[in-house]
């Protein structure tokens, strides 16, 4: 069997102990979508457990390929609204809105990679910190919206992380005063005072 994504899995954990009617709620997208079979109890048993271990399959395909292709991730509750609404289509437009927020490890490269590029170090852990709460903030005020029917989907809204970072690490004095030494080393070097 795949490895399962651990967030996924603290999901599934985490419903094992939810009040019956989140186990039930999550019990009709999941037969909406044709993963449960049977008749929902409102209990979290092997019916229900198997059904989420179907879905995590797609859960993390649908991850998987966020990575590769630039996509922001989803949470497991918004990819079993999304496949519950699939599933049990009616031929209606419908709409979703998905907050997605990043975890500090996640976020971590790409705050490396713009610290190294506007500041030419890498950040401490504080600054770090700072960062992904400042992007987490943002998130979930810009959820994205999907809408979705027969023959189309469209998405709007959502957070563009490495826009963000840059704009907020581009905007410090430090990386400002970086910049200038940039541009004067440059120049310096084209006039020959440089070596």
Do not use: C, H, W
């Not at 967030?7 to 019956?20: H, N, R, V, W, Y």
């Not at 504080?126 to 903030?137: C, G, Q, W």
């Amino acid at each position: 069997m795949a490895k399962q994504d651990t967030s996924f899995t603290d999901f599934i954990q985490g419903l094992s102990k939810a009040p019956e009617d989140t186990i039930v709620k999550i019990s009709q997208q999941l037969k909406d979508a044709k993963l449960y079979k049977g008749k929902i109890t409102g209990k979290f048993d092997v019916k229900l457990y198997n059904a989420l271990i179907e879905a995590s399959q797609g859960y993390k395909g649908v991850n998987l390929f966020a990575e590769k292709f630039g996509t922001p991730r989803v949470s497991p509750i918004d990819y079993l609204q999304q496949i519950g609404m699939e599933g049990g289509d009616t031929g209606e437009p419908k709409t979703t809105v998905s907050t997605y927020v990043t975890s500090p490890s996640q976020t971590a490269k790409l705050l490396n990679t713009v610290a190294q590029d506007l500041l030419g170090r890498e950040l401490t852990k504080a600054e770090k910190n700072k960062y992904t709460k400042l992007i987490n903030e943002q998130q979930k005020k810009q959820p994205s919206v999907t809408t979705a029917g027969k023959g189309f989907s469209s998405t709007r809204g959502g957070v563009d992380e490495q826009q963000f970072i840059t704009e907020q690490i581009g905007a410090t004095a430090e990386a400002k005063t970086n910049q200038a030494s940039d541009a004067y080393t440059i120049l310096m070097q084209e006039l020959g005072g440089l070596r």
